[in-house]
């Protein structure tokens, strides 16, 4: 069966009214909650163990679809998470470059003795002035015409 477009436009349209009354109703369920926290307050442990059981049966997994079959059982479902992460995260043969028999050039005294020696200031100033002055280098955000201003 395939939907025509103005079949589609409507469809969607259902489903977003769908979703903002489902959204509504939420809304609706927190405030009568907070309500009562407030009419009944802290002082009432029942109340507040009965909402946090209702929480935590919401939030509990109860049911997994397994290769098509509905599963239930909380012993086969935690088997079948395990499993299912064990597999995902095993190292089944995943060839991993290794580093054994490779010849590397080595740098020369010239080179080393360059890597090794003290930055100059001049250096430093010409790394500064070549910088885009619209980026930022750190994390805080100041762009880089501030460190160039002050430099």
Known sequence: MVLEDDEVVDRALLRSEVD????LVEIKWQQKAKLQWKVEGENMTKFYHRLVNLRRKVN?????LIDGEEINEV???KT??????????DDDGI???ELDGMVFDCITQEESSNVE?????SEVLAALKAMNGEKAPRPDGLPMKVYKACW
């Open 117 to 121: 020696r003290r930055i100059e200031e």
């Open 75 to 77: 012993e086969v479902i």
């Open 95 to 97: 060839m991993r470059p």
């Open 60 to 64: 509990q997994l109860q049911t997994i």
């Open 80 to 89: 079948h998470i395990i499993q299912f992460y064990k597999e995902l995260f």
């Open 20 to 23: 903002e009354l489902m959204r």
